[in-house]
C-alpha cells in the first residue's frame, strides 16, 4: 500500500478516535476511564457530615484534572485571539519561488491564524500599548508555513543574544510586578537601533483599533527559490482591506475600561455575523547581488526595504471566515515557528531569525510537550511520515515494525530534491555588531513624514515616558541626543518639553 495513504488513513482513524469525545458520546457521565458516574453532585464521605473518603476516586480525579487544566502561557504573546480561513494566490509568482501552494492564481490553502499583544499576560486588556503578533499557519500539501509577524514592519534588536534581557526590561519589574519605563529606557539607551521600532510603537498605530485593521509584516527577511535556484531575499506584508485604524489614549482607555477583551470579541463577532475580514499579501524582493546598493543592510530587521526602492508585488488574499471550536485547543495550544518553512521558500542569514529558528520549537517542546506537532491545529493537513518515535503524549502509534531508515524491508520515502540557497558561505568565527548601523536615518525620515498634530502626540508619549522620576539625567540625555540625531527638531522639542539644557548635536554622519 501506498505509504502515504497508510499514514493518512491512520491519521484518519486516529483523529476519529480521539480528537472528539463526541464521536463516542455516553448518555451519562463517566470518569476519564469510562466508568458510569450515577452521581455527580456529592462526595463520598463517612455519614452524611463528612469527612471525605481519599477513596472517592471520582472526586479525586475530578479535582485532579482541574488542577492540571492550566498549562504555561506563552513567555510572550500570552495574549491573543485566533481564527480560521483561506488564502488564496491572486497573481502568478511561480517565477520567483517553487512553493507549491503558490504556484498558480487560484490555489487556496487552509490558515490559522492568531493575532496577540506582546509583553502583558494572558488575560491582559486588549487596549494597551504594545505591539501586536500577526502569525499564520499555511497548512499547504508540502507542509505547513508558518509566518510569524507582527502589525510592525521592524524590529527593536538585530541580534537573538538581546531578546531575553529585552523582554525582562519590557516585562514588569520582578520585584513589584509592575511593568516601569525606567528598565525600558535604561535598555533600550543601549541600543539605538531600537529608535525607529520606537517610531511606530510610540506613533498614533500603537494600539490597533482591533485585530482585524492592522498591518501584518513578516519582519524578518526570507529568501525564495524558484525552480532553477535562483534566491531572491523577500519580505512579506499584509494588508487589510478594511484599512488601518487605532486607538487614541482617550479612546484606548474608554474602551478598556469598559471591556478587556474588546479585539478578540470584535474578531469573534465580525465572523460569527458574516463580516469575514479579508487581508492582501504583498511581498517585496531584492536580489542578493545587489544587496550592498543600499544605505542600510537589507538583512538588518530594524529597516525598512524603502518601497519606492523596492515595490510591493502583490500575491494573494487571506480571508478569515470560520470562528475556531475551542479556544484552548486553537489558541492556547497554538504553536507557530518561523522555523516552519516549506519548499520555494528558505531563511536568511538575518541574525535575529537565526536566533528565533531555535527558540520557537524549542519553547513548543517545554509549553505543550515534546509531541505538541501532533496536535491537530498543529499538524500538516499533508500526508507525513518519520520514524521520530513515542515520547510522552505520543498518538501516532504506526502498525509498523520498521522504525528505523536504512531498511531493505521497507519503501524507500525519499522525496524529490528541491534547491535550497545556491551561495557560498565564508567568514571568520566572530561576535560583532553589522557594520552598516545606519539606525538614524530612517527613524527621522519617518517622523519628518507625520503631519504637525501626529508629531506633537508623539513627542507627548516620548517626553511622558521619559519623565518616570527614575530615568536618570544620563540616561535622559543619550535619548535626547538620539533622537536629535534622527531628527535635529524632534531632539529639541524633547529637551524643551523635558526642560534640560539644549543637547550638543553632532552633525549627522555619513551612514
Ligand atoms: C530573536 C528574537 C525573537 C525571539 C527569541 C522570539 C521568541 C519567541 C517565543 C519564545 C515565543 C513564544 C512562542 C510560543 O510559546 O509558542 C514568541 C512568540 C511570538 N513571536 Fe517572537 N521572538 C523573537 C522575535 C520576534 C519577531 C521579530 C517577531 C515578529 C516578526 C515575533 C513575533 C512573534 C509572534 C507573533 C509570536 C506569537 C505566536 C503565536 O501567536 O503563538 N517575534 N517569540
Ligand atoms: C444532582 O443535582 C442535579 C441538579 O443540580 C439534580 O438534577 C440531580 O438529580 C442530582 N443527582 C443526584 C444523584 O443527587
Ligand atoms: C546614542 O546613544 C548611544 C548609547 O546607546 C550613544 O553611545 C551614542 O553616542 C548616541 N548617539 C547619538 C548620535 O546621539
Ligand atoms: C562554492 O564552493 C564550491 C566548492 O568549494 C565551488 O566549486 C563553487 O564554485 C563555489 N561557488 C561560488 C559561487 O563561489
Not at 535556484?229 to 499584509?238: E, P, R
Not at 508585488?313 to 504553536?335: C, H, S, T, W, Y
Request: hydrophobic share 35%; net charge neutral.
Amino acid at each position: 500500500m501506498d505509504p502515504y495513504k497508510c499514514s493518512l488513513g491512520i491519521l484518519l482513524i486516529w483523529l476519529m478516535q480521539y480528537h472528539s469525545s463526541s464521536a463516542l458520546n455516553s448518555p451519562f457521565w463517566t470518569t476519564n476511564s469510562g466508568a458510569p458516574v450515577y452521581n455527580n453532585n456529592n462526595s463520598v464521605t463517612v455519614g452524611i457530615r463528612g469527612p471525605v473518603l481519599l477513596e472517592d476516586y471520582q472526586l479525586v480525579e475530578k479535582l485532579a484534572n482541574f488542577d492540571r487544566e492550566r498549562i504555561p502561557e506563552r513567555v510572550v504573546h500570552a495574549r491573543g485571539a485566533s481564527a480560521k480561513g483561506f488564502f488564496e494566490v491572486t497573481h502568478d509568482i511561480s517565477a520567483l519561488t517553487c512553493a507549491n501552494f503558490l504556484r498558480a492564481p487560484g490555489v487556496q490553502t487552509p490558515v490559522i491564524v492568531r493575532f496577540s499583544t506582546v509583553i502583558h499576560e494572558r488575560g491582559s486588556p486588549e487596549t494597551l500599548r504594545d505591539p501586536r503578533g500577526f502569525a499564520v499557519k499555511f497548512y499547504t500539501q508540502e507542509g505547513n508555513f508558518d509566518l510569524v509577524g507582527n502589525n510592525f514592519p521592524v524590529f527593536f534588536i538585530r541580534d537573538g543574544m538581546q531578546f531575553p534581557d529585552m523582554v525582562h526590561a519590557l516585562k514588569p519589574n520582578p520585584k513589584s510586578n509592575i511593568q516601569e519605563d525606567w528598565r525600558i529606557l535604561d535598555f533600550f539607551s543601549h541600543h539605538p537601533e531600537s529608535l525607529h521600532m520606537f517610531t511606530f510603537l510610540q506613533d498614533d498605530i500603537g494600539v490597533p483599533q482591533d485585530y482585524r485593521h492592522m498591518e501584518g509584516f513578516g519582519v524578518n527577511t526570507y529568501t525564495l527559490i524558484n525552480k532553477a535556484g535562483k534566491a531572491l531575499y523577500v519580505k512579506f506584508h499584509w494588508k487589510p482591506t478594511l484599512g488601518v485604524k487605532n486607538l487614541l489614549e482617550d479612546e484606548a482607555i474608554k474602551i478598556g475600561g469598559a471591556h478587556h477583551s474588546h479585539a478578540t470579541q470584535d474578531l469573534y463577532d465580525s465572523i460569527a455575523a458574516g463580516k469575514f475580514p479579508e487581508w492582501k499579501l504583498f511581498i517585496q524582493t531584492i536580489d542578493p547581488a545587489n544587496e550592498g546598493k543600499f544605505d542600510f543592510d537589507p538583512l538588518d530587521v530594524t529597516k525598512t526595504w524603502p518601497e519606492d526602492l523596492v515595490p510591493l508585488q502583490p500575491v494573494g488574499r487571506m480571508v478569515l471566515n470560520k470562528n475556531i471550536d475551542n479556544f484552548f485547543a486553537e489558541n492556547e495550544q497554538l504553536a507557530f515557528c518561523p522555523a516552519v518553512i516549506v519548499p520555494g521558500i528558505y531563511y536568511s542569514d538575518d541574525k535575529l531569525l537565526q536566533a528565533r529558528i531555535f527558540s520557537y520549537a524549542d519553547t513548543q517542546r517545554y509549553r505543550l510537550g515534546p509531541n505538541y506537532l501532533q496536535l491537530p491545529a498543529n499538524a500538516p493537513k499533508c500526508p507525513y511520515h518519520n520514524n521520530h518515535h513515542d515520547g510522552s503524549m505520543n498518538f501516532m502509534h504506526m502498525n509498523e515494525e520498521v522504525n528505523y531508515f536504512p531498511s531493505r524491508n521497507a519503501p524507500a520515502r525519499e522525496a524529490n530534491p528541491y534547491p535550497i540557497p545556491p551561495l557560498n558561505l565564508s567568514g571568520k568565527r566572530e561576535r560583532g555588531v553589522i557594520a552598516k548601523e545606519n539606525n538614524f536615518k530612517q527613524p527621522g525620515d519617518r517622523y519628518r513624514s507625520w503631519a504637525p498634530d501626529r508629531q506633537q502626540r508623539f513627542i507627548t508619549r516620548i517626553v511622558s515616558h521619559l519623565s518616570h522620576p527614575r530615568v536618570t539625567d544620563q540616561i535622559r540625555t543619550i535619548w535626547v541626543s538620539n533622537w536629535s540625531q534622527a531628527d535635529k527638531s524632534l531632539g529639541q522639542e524633547i529637551a524643551n518639553r523635558l526642560k534640560m539644557k539644549p543637547v550638543m548635536v553632532r552633525k549627522t554622519l555619513p551612514s
